[in-house]
């Protein structure tokens, strides 16, 4: 009979490395959460209190009602930010309770840019129809607001033959520098100009993808020029349960 080697080895410390390193990941993380937070609120609370003061020294009814607008600008904005953390907050409460039921990709109405959807309408994925068009929002809004006048978005899918279904969301726009790709998927990350975004629209996409079971990339510039454009690649399980209902 061959002898046989029995090679045991103990993975405890490695184990506990690995777990003491999510946890310090974890704590970053939320101090990134947090700095962003008192960043964010913080300037229109500043802005508000500055206001808030001069009013006392104000008399001009027409001036005085001009600060009171501004202070109302003021607190829509932050209204805005903690509206968009809640929902950020809350996707991975989600978890157990997202309904995935066959559905349609998307039917989007042209606004300020033509909007192009190539995606066959029998082709349905696996997913919570109200939170993929929740996706679809902010990634058509950010698409939107990256393209010059006349900038086109074009949305097309393909189902794969190992079960997925990938959508492929295209710009014209500005594209996102190379540099800054692996940050735009973190909260309060924005190339938008102060007051324009709150950074929470592609962490809370990545989020829902999750929740999901599905996947998140993004590819840009696709080509070179004044338009370089990006592409968002969403992948979600492929089902062949019929034609879902329209969103």
Do not use: W
């Given at each position: 009979?061959?002898?046989?080697?029995?090679?045991?080895?103990?993975?405890?410390d490695?184990?506990?490395?690995?777990?003491?390193?999510?946890?310090?990941?974890?704590?970053?993380?939320?101090?990134?959460?947090?700095?962003?937070?008192?960043?964010?609120?913080?300037?229109?609370?500043?802005?508000?209190?500055?206001?808030?003061?001069?009013?006392?020294?104000?008399?001009?009814?027409?001036?005085?009602?001009?600060?009171?607008?501004d202070?109302?600008?003021?607190?829509?904005?932050?209204?805005?930010?903690?509206?968009?953390?809640?929902?950020?907050?809350?996707?991975?409460?989600?978890?157990?309770e997202?309904?995935?039921?066959?559905?349609?990709?998307?039917?989007?109405?042209?606004?300020s840019?033509?909007?192009?959807?190539?995606?066959?309408?029998?082709?349905?994925?696996l997913?919570?129809?109200?939170?993929?068009?929740?996706?679809?929002?902010?990634?058509l809004?950010?698409?939107?607001?990256?393209?010059?006048?006349?900038?086109?978005?074009?949305?097309?899918?393909t189902?794969?033959d190992?079960?997925?279904?990938?959508?492929?969301?295209?710009?014209?726009?500005?594209?996102?520098?190379?540099?800054?790709?692996?940050?735009?998927?973190?909260p309060?990350?924005?190339?938008?100009?102060?007051?324009q975004?709150?950074?929470?629209g592609?962490?809370?996409?990545?989020?829902?993808?999750e929740?999901?079971?599905?996947?998140v990339?993004?590819?840009?510039?696709l080509?070179?020029?004044?338009?370089?454009?990006?592409?968002?690649?969403?992948?979600?399980?492929?089902?062949?349960y019929?034609?879902?209902?329209?969103?």
């Open positions: 009979h061959g002898n046989t080697v029995i090679m045991v080895e103990d993975i405890t490695l184990e506990m490395l690995e777990e003491e390193l999510l946890h310090n990941e974890r704590l970053a993380s939320i101090g990134r959460l947090a700095a962003g937070v008192a960043h964010e609120i913080g300037n229109p609370v500043t802005g508000i209190a500055c206001l808030a003061q001069n009013l006392e020294y104000e008399s001009d009814p027409e001036e005085i009602r001009f600060m009171a607008q202070i109302l600008k003021q607190t829509g904005r932050v209204t805005r930010i903690v509206e968009s953390l809640m929902n950020f907050s809350h996707t991975g409460d989600h978890a157990g997202t309904k995935l039921v066959p559905s349609n990709l998307l039917d989007r109405e042209a606004k840019v033509q909007f192009s959807n190539h995606c066959d309408r029998e082709l349905v994925v997913a919570d129809s109200q939170r993929l068009l929740q996706v679809f929002i902010n990634l809004g950010n698409a939107r607001d990256a393209c010059a006048e006349y900038g086109e978005v074009h949305v097309r899918a189902a794969s190992t079960g997925d279904t990938q959508i492929y969301i295209e710009d014209t726009g500005c594209g996102i520098p190379a540099e800054l790709q692996s940050q735009i998927f973190e309060f990350f924005t190339t938008k100009d102060p007051g975004g709150t950074g929470l592609l962490a809370l996409v990545f989020s829902i993808m929740d999901m079971n599905g996947k990339q993004i590819t840009s510039p080509s070179s020029g004044e338009n370089p454009g990006t592409r968002v690649t969403l992948n979600l399980p492929h089902t062949n019929g034609l879902a209902f329209e969103m």
